[in-house]
């Protein structure tokens, strides 16, 4: 039996998940709740608190329905890739990356962020008519990776 197949047997896959207001507080525990979770399993959380604080924000900003929440889920997986999910309400409301924005522009920079630190992200119909925004990043060395793709 090779070490990474060890490994994959004995390092179980992690969750967590949560429902969250769709508020600009609901936004901010996200990335808090993040943040200790992944402290808690003892990984860095720098790269991925940015993640869920664009993603959350977005979710607040643009998949908000009165009334319903938004939903955060972290997938620790035994290679060691963080997926992280958002969920909302909205999925007509489906992210685009923008063009490129002016230096002094107020916002269209999130899913840029997402991008340099992600390795892999997407958007999936949830049930109810809602979307899952996704974002996968690797807990080791994924900030010096994005940090020099953010430069």
């Given amino acids: 039996m090779s070490q990474k197949s060890l490994a994959q047997i004995t390092v179980p896959t992690r969750h967590f998940a949560v429902q969250l207001s769709a508020t600009r507080r609901g936004a901010r525990l996200a990335r808090l709740l993040t943040e200790r979770q992944l402290d808690e399993w003892g990984e860095p959380y720098e790269a991925a608190a940015q993640v869920v604080a664009e993603l959350a924000s977005n979710a607040v900003l643009h998949g908000r329905v009165r009334g319903r929440d938004f939903r955060l889920r972290l997938t620790l997986r035994a290679d060691r890739t963080l997926?992280?999910?958002?969920?909302?309400?909205?999925?007509?409301?489906?992210?685009?990356?923008?063009?490129?924005?002016?230096?002094?522009?107020?916002?269209?920079?999130?899913?840029?962020?997402?991008?340099?630190?992600?390795?892999?992200?997407?958007?999936?119909?949830a049930p109810a008519h809602g979307k899952t925004v996704w974002a996968e990043l690797p807990t080791r060395h994924g900030d010096l990776r994005a940090a020099s793709r953010l430069g």
């Fill in 83 to 125: 997926r992280i999910e958002v969920t909302d309400a909205r999925g007509d409301q489906v992210p685009r990356v923008p063009a490129p924005v002016e230096q002094d522009a107020e916002g269209g920079r999130g899913l840029r962020i997402v991008e340099a630190y992600a390795n892999r992200w997407g958007v999936v119909e």
